[in-house]
């Protein structure tokens, strides 16, 4: 048995950080706009009960992918014996903001479920993913929403199907040290969500990432002549600008600042990876 799956990206179209938990994570509130484009992962079903991933990362050994810790916490959890094989085919960028290793971490529940005949339901593959990271549920659920809590309190919302240009300004942002940093804003008051859509939107990380990364800043305030409200999603390194039609959005992306790449995508309600059927 073998299929491929997408695991699509998402952008934070804000992202507020109301508060700091005595865990050390942070209370946030943002809207996550799942998108028609990402990583694709294949799976070919195994008997021995190996997990094996190819191509390797560079750089990340496989124990420590978040495609191979949701193969083995899925074994683990069902007592499952059976293996797969990954196939992944990389599109987005590591550490730049669009949850390309939360996405794949998703799509490999969801379609191991579907694999191994598992029959979990929605709720269990959540609640899976969040051991694994904050992000993972949204994927999970497959619906563009609005989160709270560490980003795992999920209400699904309706967005416009807008086009966007993506750029990412070849820098690796590494989450933990912006989380950490004295200068984040760490108190923006917290909002209902029909109230957020008649206010002012920002990303509270995107002070300290431009601080850290000015190449960021830079991209960022290239897009801006597209789009005023260009902002960084998550805590980057990519930005992102809306566009009303997807040819304004692919003459853009054909001027983009050199040392820098980019995609466009379509902003969908729900994701291409419900699309393909492989929900229980």
Not at 9 to 32: C, M, P, S, V
Request: aromatic share 8%; hydrophobic share 40%; net charge negative.
């Amino acid at each position: 048995m073998t299929f491929t799956l997408p695991a699509p990206a998402k952008l934070n179209l804000f992202l507020h950080i109301t508060g700091r938990r005595e865990d050390g994570y942070h209370n946030l509130q943002t809207l996550f706009q799942i998108l028609d484009y990402g990583d694709e992962l294949g799976f070919a079903i195994r008997d021995d009960g190996d997990i094996h991933i190819h191509p390797a990362i560079d750089g990340v050994p496989p124990q420590y992918n978040l495609i191979y810790k949701a193969a083995r916490l899925l074994q683990q959890y069902t007592g499952c014996a059976q293996g797969v094989d990954f196939q992944l085919t990389k599109r987005l960028p590591m550490g730049g903001g669009l949850g390309g290793g939360s996405s794949n971490a998703a799509t490999a529940l969801v379609g191991l479920n579907r694999l191994w005949k598992l029959n979990l339901n929605i709720d269990q593959l959540a609640e899976l993913g969040l051991q694994l990271g904050a992000d993972v549920p949204v994927f999970v659920r497959g619906h563009t929403a609005w989160g709270e809590g560490i980003g795992e309190q999920l209400t699904p919302v309706e967005t416009a199907d807008d086009w966007f240009l993506v750029i990412h300004p070849n820098c690796h942002v590494e989450t933990a040290k912006i989380f950490s940093h004295q200068a984040l804003t760490r108190d923006t008051p917290i909002l209902k969500i029909r109230a957020s859509f008649e206010q002012g939107w920002q990303n509270d990380c995107q002070q300290v990432v431009e601080l850290l990364h000015p190449e960021v800043r830079n991209a960022r305030e290239w897009l801006r002549k597209y789009d005023e409200n260009a902002r960084m999603t998550g805590t980057g390194a990519c930005v992102f600008a809306r566009f009303t039609s997807r040819s304004a959005a692919l003459a853009a992306l054909d001027e983009r600042p050199e040392n820098t790449q980019g995609f466009v995508a379509r902003g969908v309600n729900q994701s291409p990876l419900y699309d393909n059927r492989s929900y229980p």
